[in-house]
């Protein structure tokens, strides 16, 4: 169907050859990330061994191929293991076989996906934080709705940083290599048996990329590499790491990734009916589809324009500059000079990325380009759609502020990916077999109703002890390993100090950025101590990266770290270490209160919370983002989303509001309990949570919105779907500056 199969067969062969003859259907199951999302993916290549799984990082292909002869041989032996080896492996042929979903966008020429960053699994170390995992929920679901869909991304092989806190709470990074042949990727190869070979003009090199396939169910992701012999240290270094601090490499990366991107495409011969620009990052790719476009006899600059436009659409993610990055006239040129030249013209090349394409002293930005370069753009949210319009309204002079031509697709996360442990069984059992695929809508959540309060309060019981266990041991592995004291470092995992599996339990974890304010739990410490210290005690499990070069985030995890000494905390309090997929699969299901307190209207959407909804954890946010949309007064607790200028003020008002919420409200209710011991009033929240957040943000609705409404192609006589809020396209002149 796609490039690489002939790559991806290849290898499922050669690692089968080395398998016992029972286990070989596994072969073709390491290769495709289909096994992150069934029921038994990975408990059953736990089940083969255990310890292996945990040190290959999760990695199939490293298990299958690391494990020693006799403990494959071993497990060949057990005939209800290869059993579900082959109910596995007939579930993967099964999805594949399905016929594509019927529209617009077919396998000939599928949808583009383009995204610097894929949360794919914690395996696939190629993402940071909300966007890339955003990114990854989209592939997925985009193979269980089988639209035809291909990836284009970048393979780090550094990826984003590790994080370690010292004992005073200020973070370190460092970085380990990732070997791509170790990876479950294949290198595409051409009928010649040699790598597909693209380059792109960087600098004043030619730089040579090669191309990666890694399959995510039905959608292959195509992922490129510069570490190659034949590319300068410079140009090797373009793919080392994620959100390089260095300005020139991140706009390099933008280059590969944007312009490599679109000719790694077409030397695939993958004709796409959409580019989809999830983000500013790859907005380079327009030149490259500029070039194209002139190349074709007899056009002229404005139909090659419109012809662009036709086949582009656009999602914007943040209102925070550091999503929006700028870049002066001299960086750009350095880098992308001969890009530009490729465009035709410089000066119209850097006037496209301004707010004011006239003003030659403005820095361009790739968001400003995309937005001009694109016939659909959506925000993430309905508030950021305002948000977003009211931000870019000077690029549309003349137009009112509500006229702006950015529409909103709300965010939703993929519920399989997501939803596991005693809450999926117990959906499960109640919502009928098939359920996960119409889980956008909202009939299908009904049968949670039926659902009884004790079984609801067990089901949360159960993950609450699931998580404890796995913040008392990871707790004190991670002091350990910052030298703290051992009356410290234990106290998380001591029995009647440390970690309660009965004990309310709060969770914080996001990208640790100034504006999701996670220091507004220290910032009234007398009243954070009595929570972890009163009648009802609480626990808060803490986890997040700030990035490398942002020393005010760091400085925020300072200021929570400040609290530790105090009475009780060291035992109710944790700050777990290097966040990352996995770990935020355990706090997402397991604790009972999610906390979002961002500074609005920063929050462009935040899935963090949609996740710990499908686990039957409760939301305590500010009323930004998806929470905006979300919140009914029933079903969670919203502090107030007003903006105000004077940020410290509204600190300070926003996080009394978050004590008063947690005292008069959060803790009697979960500890007001019936004869059976049931918090009667939680449980009906918890209800009422599953049934109205369940269908509304799931990845189902969101990637069906973007199918029905995005994706179709431009119909000459006019639009095939909505886009916008009155036009989809801003005037021709905003795009010819």
């Known amino acids: 169907m796609f490039a690489g199969d002939h790559d991806i067969e290849r290898a499922v062969a050669e690692l089968a050859a080395i398998l016992p003859e029972p286990l070989r259907p596994l072969a073709r199951v390491a290769y495709d990330y289909r096994w992150t999302w069934s029921v038994d993916g990975s408990a059953l290549f736990q089940a083969i061994d255990a310890e292996r799984w945990a040190r290959s990082r999760h990695n199939p292909r490293r298990l299958l191929s690391e494990s020693h002869p ?15 080896v082959n109910y596995l492996a007939a579930e993967l042929a099964g999805d594949r076989a399905r016929p594509e979903l019927a529209g617009a966008v077919n396998t000939a020429h599928p949808v583009a996906f383009f995204c610097c960053e894929f949360g794919i699994h914690g395996s696939l ?18 193979s269980d709705l089988a639209l035809p869909m291909v990836g284009v991304g970048l393979m780090y092989r550094s990826g984003y940083f590790h994080q370690r806190i010292d004992v005073t709470g200020f973070q370190h990074e460092f970085w380990i290599d990732t070997d791509p042949e170790r990876l479950p990727a294949v290198k595409v190869t051409g009928s010649d048996g040699l790598p597909v070979s693209i380059s792109v003009p960087v600098d004043g090199e030619d730089v040579t990329v090669h191309i990666w396939r890694v399959d995510v169910g039905r959608v292959p992701l195509y992922l490129l590499d510069t570490d190659l012999p034949e590319n300068s240290q410079v140009g090797r270094w373009i793919t080392t790491r994620l ?57 002229s600059p404005e139909a090659a324009w419109r012809a662009v436009r036709d086949q582009v659409v656009f999602t914007t993610h943040t209102p925070i500059p550091a999503g929006n990055e700028t870049y002066q006239r001299e960086e750009v040129l350095k880098m992308l000079g001969r890009i530009a030249d490729m465009a035709g013209e410089r000066e119209s090349f850097l006037a496209l990325g301004r707010i004011d394409p006239a003003n030659t002293h403005e ?4 968001t400003p380009l995309a937005l001009r370069s694109s016939r659909h753009a959506n925000a993430v949210s309905r508030r950021h759609g305002q948000v977003a319009r009211a931000l870019w309204h000077p690029l549309f002079p003349g137009q009112a502020v509500e006229d702006v031509p950015i529409s909103h697709v709300t965010n939703g996360v993929h519920v399989p ?23 956008d809508q909202p009939a299908t959540w009904a049968p949670v109703n039926n659902i009884s309060a004790k079984e609801l309060w067990e089901a949360r019981c159960a993950a609450r002890r699931q998580l404890t266990e796995m913040v008392a041991h990871r707790a004190v592995s991670d002091r350990l390993g ?25 969770g914080f974890a996001r990208r640790l950025a100034t504006y999701k304010r996670i220091h507004l739990v220290a910032l009234l410490p007398e009243r954070a101590i009595a929570l972890v210290g009163g009648a009802h005690p609480v626990q ?48 997402v299901g397991g604790c009972d209160v999610w906390i979002n307190v961002p500074r609005p209207p920063l929050e462009a959407s935040g899935t963090s919370g949609m996740k710990s909804c499908l686990g ?35 600190d300070q008002r926003d996080a009394c509001a978050l004590f008063d919420l947690m005292e008069n409200e959060v803790v009697p209710m979960f500890n007001e309990r019936d004869a059976d011991g049931i918090p009667q009033r939680w449980v009906a929240m918890m209800r009422r949570s599953l049934l109205t957040n369940g269908p509304r943000f799931s990845a189902t609705r969101m990637v069906l919105d973007y199918a029905g409404r995005v994706y179709p192609p431009i119909d000459r006589r006019g639009m095939t779907g909505q886009t916008g809020p009155k036009s989809s396209r801003p005037p021709d002149r905003l795009h010819h500056p």
């Open 616 to 650: 039957g954890g409760l939301q305590l946010s500010v009323l930004d983002g998806w929470w905006a949309e979300a919140y009914d007064g029933t079903n969670g607790w919203a502090i107030n989303g007003d903006v105000d200028p004077d940020t410290d003020a509204q």
């Open 70 to 84: 006799l403990t494959l041989e071993r497990a060949a032996t057990n005939p209800a293991l290869v059993e579900r």
């Open 125 to 142: 170390p190629i993402y940071s934080g909300g966007l890339g995992v955003l990114a990854g929920d989209i592939l997925k679901e985009a």
């Open 482 to 506: 910052r030298g703290e004291a051992l009356d410290y470092a234990e106290a998380a995992g001591t029995s009647g100090i440390g970690f309660d599996p009965d004990r309310l339990t709060i």
């Open 540 to 587: 808060f499990v803490f986890a997040g990266k700030a990035h490398p070069a942002d020393n005010a985030a760091k400085e925020v995890v300072r200021q929570v770290f400040s609290l530790k000494k105090a009475p009780g905390v060291a035992g109710r309090a944790a700050f777990l270490e290097d966040y990352d997929i996995p770990l935020a699969g355990h706090l």
């Open 363 to 366: 820095p361009s930005g790739l």
């Open 243 to 299: 959100y390089d601090s260095n300005r020139a490499i991140r706009l390099a990366q933008y280059a590969i990734l944007g312009v490599g991107g679109v000719r790694a495409l077409r030397a695939l011969g993958i004709s796409p009916t959409v580019y989809h620009m999830n983000e500013g990052h790859p907005a380079l790719g327009v030149f490259e589809l500029l070039a194209q476009a002139k190349a074709q006899p007899h056009i």
């Open 417 to 439: 990916t997501w939803l596991h442990g005693p809450m999926r069984e117990l959906l499960d059992k109640y919502l009928g077999n098939g359920w996960l695929t119409r889980a």
